[in-house]
Structures are given as C-alpha cells and as structure tokens.
C-alpha cells in the first residue's frame, strides 16, 4: 500500500500530492465534498480503510477535502487477522494516514468468530468495530468506499437470489449504525476511477485475494462482468447503479406508507386490528406485518418471505389456523380480531 514516488501527472503542492491535472482525482475529492456537505461542520470524519484501492482513493480525497471545509480527518483500518500479515498492513495503513494528515489513524484488531459463514461473521466484526470505535472518538460520521460498480454487483446478486426490492435497492448512501453515521460518497464513482486516483497520487492499493477468489460468488461475478458487459452493453454497471437509485426511492416510499399504516393499525395493547390491514396494498401490508415481527424482537436477518407470508395469511386467509413461529422464538398468532404476540 506504501505511497511510492510521485507519478507524472502528480506534483507536489504545500507539503501534500496534489494531482491538479487528474480527473480521477477530482472525481474523487468532488464525491467526498458533496458527502461531507450533509456532515456537521468542524466534527471528525473517519476514513474506513482496507488499504485497498476504493478505501485509499476515499481516505486520500478525505484528507484533501476535510480540513478545507471545516472538518476534522481521521481513518481507522480493521484487521481481521484472517491473513498472514495482515497486522503489519493494518499498520502500514495507519502509518501512512499519518503521513497524509488523517489524524487519528488507528488500526483496530478484532476477533472474527465464524458464525453465519466467514465472510458475514468477518462483516458484522468489521462493523462494529467501526461504529464502536467512531463512538470512542466521536466522530459524527464513518466514510466508506464502495463504488458504483460494487453497487451493480449487489443489484445483480440480489436479482440472482429473487432478493425482492429491498435487495435490488443496494446500499444506501447513508445509514446509521449504532447512532454512528455510515456514508459512501462513492456509490456514483466507477472502481476504473478510483484505481486511477491512485495511480496518479503515486498510492500502491493492496489487492485483498479474497476479491479473486472463486468460492466468493461477488467474486465469480466480478470475473463475469466484463462478459456481460460486452452482450448488452457498457452503460451496464451505470444502469443497474441507476435501477438500485430507482428502486431506492421507491422502497423507501413504501415503507413511510407502511410506517403510518401500522400506527394506524396497532392498539394500544400493541398488537394490530386486522380489520385496517385487510384493505391495506399486499406491499404495504407486509411490510407493516414484519415491522410487528421486529418489534416484538425477532432478528431482522433471520426474517425471510415465508415467515411474512405465512403472518399475512394470518390476515388475509385466516381459517382458524395457530400461531405462526418466528426466528428468536417468537409466536404470533390471530387473538380475535387481532393479531398478537402469543406466550
Ligand atoms: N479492513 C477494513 N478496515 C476498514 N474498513 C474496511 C475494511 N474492509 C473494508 N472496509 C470498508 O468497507 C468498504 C467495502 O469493502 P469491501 O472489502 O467490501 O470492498 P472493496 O471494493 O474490496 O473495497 P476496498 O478496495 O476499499 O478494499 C471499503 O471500501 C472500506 O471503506
């Protein structure tokens, strides 16, 4: 990841490297600005850096943009200790943040426990210790480096798994984790442009093996990409981003109607009268119905479409049926008109 000596398009300008004449670059800085225009002035924004291209290209725009309009920059890098090595890049990440201004710059070792496979459990460790840590310095928001072309993979696999409008929405461009905010500035810049910034800033990204790796299928679908790509054409990658945008909004359309049809709905015992889901649309009634599954404490991830479907026809089909099982041994089951948790 070491920065080596100045590309040619790159020049020294008042102690940083400054490549005026890059539009990656620019691209870059102009992505992390109109981000940073949503954060509270004269907070800490902390890079999230792997060290790989994205998140350097990211870190290295923060450090530029930060402290030129009234906040603070800092970074923090992750070391999951699953590769050999990894501690010394974790350090070498931190070490170079310092060196660009990112302060503080701090590498965080965390334990990756293998529950829900390596990958999730690698994830939700990653995560958390993100959020905790901005917490300790409280920073006001956690940036990361998640491209354009990130965002199509994750359309693409959602469609793959029949992952419904909430999978082929993406990620967000902003979502808060543990009352942190998380922002990725880059879901509008392309992984071409951010390796780009790194060339032209002289920054050598590490290349995580995992993103290679066959037994990964966003792996598999990177290597396919290009093939897809080539049948129907290159505004691909740009037009599933724009599908995930689309889809977005409309989700989130969906679920503010959900939101007050539930408040609506729910007596002040909690549970909810079936008589005003009945005329309910299905997208919002099952929306309103796994809002009910997750207050009363059942785990989002576990939820899946037969858990909802089998509540829904709790209200739309009901013939006398029990309660319905849910993840986290929760029971819900129809009390007259009403729906309920069961004990
Ligand atoms: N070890 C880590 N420490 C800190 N942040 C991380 C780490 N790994 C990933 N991230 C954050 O999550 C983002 C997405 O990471 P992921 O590995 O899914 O994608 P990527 O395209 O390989 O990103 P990158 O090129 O930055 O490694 C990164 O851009 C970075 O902001």
Redesign the pocket.
């Known amino acids: 990841m070491a920065g080596r000596a100045s590309s040619p398009v790159a020049r020294r300008d008042g102690g940083g490297v400054m490549a005026a004449l890059s539009p990656a670059v620019a691209a870059c800085r102009l992505a992390v600005r109109q981000a940073l225009a949503g954060v509270q002035p004269g907070g800490l924004v902390l890079a999230?850096?792997?060290g790989?291209?994205?998140?350097l290209a990211?870190a290295s725009a923060l450090a530029f943009v930060a402290p030129r309009s009234g906040r603070r920059a800092g970074l923090?890098?992750?070391d999951?200790g699953l590769q050999v090595g990894s501690a010394e890049r974790a350090a070498e990440v931190a070490c170079w943040a310092g060196r660009v201004g990112l302060e503080p710059a701090v590498a965080v070792p965390v334990t990756v426990d293998g529950a829900g496979g390596p990958e999730a459990a690698a994830r939700a460790a990653?995560y958390e210790a993100?959020a905790g840590t901005a917490a300790r310095l409280s920073a006001v928001a956690v940036l990361?480096?998640?491209?354009r072309d990130?965002q199509a993979e994750t359309v693409l696999l959602a469609l793959a798994r029949g992952g419904g409008p909430r999978g082929i929405a993406g990620m967000r461009n902003r979502r808060i984790i543990d009352g942190v905010p998380f922002i990725r500035p880059f879901l509008a810049v392309s992984r071409a442009q951010t390796r780009a910034a790194c060339t032209d800033l002289g920054l050598s990204p590490w290349e995580?093996p995992h993103?290679a790796d066959p037994a990964y299928a966003r792996s598999r679908l990177r290597a396919a990409l290009p093939v897809l790509v080539d049948t129907l054409g290159p505004d691909l990658v740009d037009n599933l981003a724009r599908t995930a945008r689309l889809v977005a909004a409309d989700v989130e359309a969906l679920d503010a109607l959900a939101a007050s049809a539930g408040t609506a709905a729910t007596e002040p015992d909690g549970s909810l009268d079936v008589a005003a889901l009945t005329g309910l649309p299905a997208a919002v009634r099952t929306r309103v119905l796994r809002d009910l599954a997750l207050r009363l404490g059942a785990p989002g991830a576990a939820l899946s479409s037969i858990h909802i479907d089998a509540l829904d026809a709790l209200v739309t089909d009901w013939h006398g049926q029990g309660p319905v099982s849910l993840p986290g041994g929760i029971e819900v089951g129809r009390r007259g008109h009403r729906l309920a948790a069961h004990s």
Do not use: K, Q, Y
């Open positions: 999230a850096c792997s790989g291209a994205d998140s990211l923090i890098t992750v999951h990653r993100l990361l480096g998640h491209t990130d995580d993103n």
